[in-house]
């Protein structure tokens, strides 16, 4: 069961690479994969700014999710199961809250 951990280093990486064409600014205004909201389909310049802030932002939270799976994967005799996957899931909750509203003040700033 120690290696159902690694689902959780899975996703970090997973938001990580999701992150990168955010923070190169390689997505275009679309509907499917970005920071879609009614003001940042407002301009392009309001597009990728904001949507390169949130790619930093889901990058941190990419970084603390992987983070937090191999440091509870180290401490898991510790821990148990149930201890592990209870900080890895309030890390992603954590993370991806500040991460959000950390976004949006962002936007309303543009």
């Given at each position: 069961m120690k290696n159902a951990?690694?689902?959780?280093l899975f996703v970090g990486l997973l938001f990580i690479s999701m992150s990168i064409p955010?923070?190169?600014e390689?997505?275009?205004?679309?509907?499917?994969?970005?920071?879609?909201?009614?003001?940042t389909f407002s301009s392009e310049r309001i597009w990728y700014s904001a949507n390169r802030v949130a790619g930093y932002d889901?990058?941190?939270?990419?970084?603390?999710?992987?983070?937090?799976?191999?440091v509870t994967r180290l401490l898991f005799d510790q821990l148990g199961l149930t201890n592990a996957h209870n900080i890895n899931f309030a890390a992603?909750?954590?993370a991806l809250v500040v991460a959000v509203i950390h976004s949006?003040?962002?936007?309303n700033r543009l």
């Open positions: 951990l690694f689902l959780w955010l923070v190169l390689k997505v275009p205004p679309n509907r499917w994969y970005g920071f879609r909201v009614a003001k889901l990058l941190s939270v990419g970084v603390v999710i992987a983070i937090t799976a191999v992603f909750i954590g949006f003040l962002n936007l």
